[in-house]
């Protein structure tokens, strides 16, 4: 139905930057807000950042200043720009969106991309 494919992920120095994308694909009529989350092994999944279709943003605190949620509605393609990275940014970040696939509201998961920053 909906796959979302991320990209960009990779090993950083601290201070360094990365950019994350998330493409949408398939059956997809609309979509509604899009999220990027991150996971470290053994610990709960925690929210980053959302942007809405009206391009409202929200950003966890330990990002605000650094991290940029972007989206693409053309391309159906969601960004995070990640910079002056901390090496407590090191996790797995996963995109979430809400799309209507033809005449219902749906959730999808993207694959996750390891982002590893070192000290």
């Known amino acids: 139905q909906v796959q979302l494919v991320e990209s960009g992920g990779g090993l950083v120095q601290a201070g360094g930057s990365l950019r994350l994308a998330c493409a949408a694909s398939g059956s997809i009529y609309n979509i509604d807000t899009m999220s990027w989350y991150r996971q470290v092994s053994g610990k709960q999944r925690e929210l980053v950042a959302f942007v809405t279709s009206a391009d409202s943003t929200n950003y966890a605190d330990s990002v605000k200043g650094r991290f940029t949620i972007s989206r693409d509605n053309a391309k159906n393609t969601l960004y995070l720009q990640m910079t002056t990275l901390k090496p407590e940014d090191t996790a797995v970040y996963y995109c979430?969106?809400?799309?209507?696939?033809?005449?219902?509201?749906?959730?999808?998961w993207g694959q996750g991309t390891q982002v590893t920053v070192s000290s």
């Open positions: 979430h969106v809400r799309a209507l696939v033809i005449d219902r509201w749906f959730t999808f």
